[in-house]
């Protein structure tokens, strides 16, 4: 049975949505913050986007204090998310497969996500230290590495999620979240996590029968 690797915000939880990126992007512009690179375009709102290119874009100390700015926003996020839509019956359909988050969240609040909203995995790969972020394939790589498998099917909501899993050689589902215009380049494109149950159990024989 091939793995299932998860993005985790917008995609099983809405974290984006309840955290106030837009200070936490004042307060690391206001510490001299910029991004050098940039990811993928996406449907973020443009400060998320701005403060994850932020993130990408840095190394070492660096890395840690502007991460330790975004985290404790994140925090604050976690705490009011709400669950997608068919969270339940998505986790239901798969609970048999070996699972992994792949999430841009830092470790703490992505722990408490999983928490509050009764999320069970076999291994989570956050936004950690050595580990580059996606879009690179690193996370992916690494998910693959902690469940102890070759093989995987990931589900992700941007196009960060499917560069990340493209570069890693993992097919990719993409769950729109009710989007018209995309750059989804995968042919497996689910309006919501039910359309995703559909793909995976037809197309990679995931899922209940």
Request: aromatic fraction near 8%; hydrophobic fraction near 45%; proline fraction near 6%.
């Amino acid at each position: 049975m091939k793995a299932l690797l998860l993005d985790l915000d917008k995609t099983l939880v809405n974290v984006e949505d309840h955290t106030d990126y837009c200070a936490a992007l004042r307060e690391l512009e206001a510490r001299g913050f910029s991004p050098r690179a940039a990811g993928p375009e996406t449907y973020w709102g443009k400060c998320t986007k701005r403060v994850m290119d932020i993130l990408i874009s840095l190394e070492g100390g660096a890395w840690s204090a502007a991460n330790e700015i975004v985290e404790r926003y994140e925090l604050w996020g976690a705490a009011a998310s709400t669950p997608m839509p068919y969270l339940a019956e998505f986790l239901e359909a798969v609970k048999g497969a070996p699972k992994a988050v792949v999430t841009l969240l830092s470790p703490r609040p992505t722990a408490y996500v999983l928490q509050r909203h009764g999320i069970a995995v076999d291994a989570v790969v956050a936004r950690e230290p050595g580990i580059r972020p996606k879009p690179s394939p690193d996370p992916v790589l690494k998910a693959l590495e902690r469940l102890g498998v070759g093989e995987a099917v990931m589900v992700g909501d941007s196009e960060w999620d499917e560069a990340a899993a493209n570069a890693a050689g993992v097919p990719f589902v993409a769950v729109t979240n009710g989007r018209t215009q995309h750059r989804f380049k995968t042919k497996y494109v689910a309006e919501n996590l039910r359309g995703a149950i559909e793909i995976l159990l037809h197309a990679f024989k995931i899922g209940k029968t």
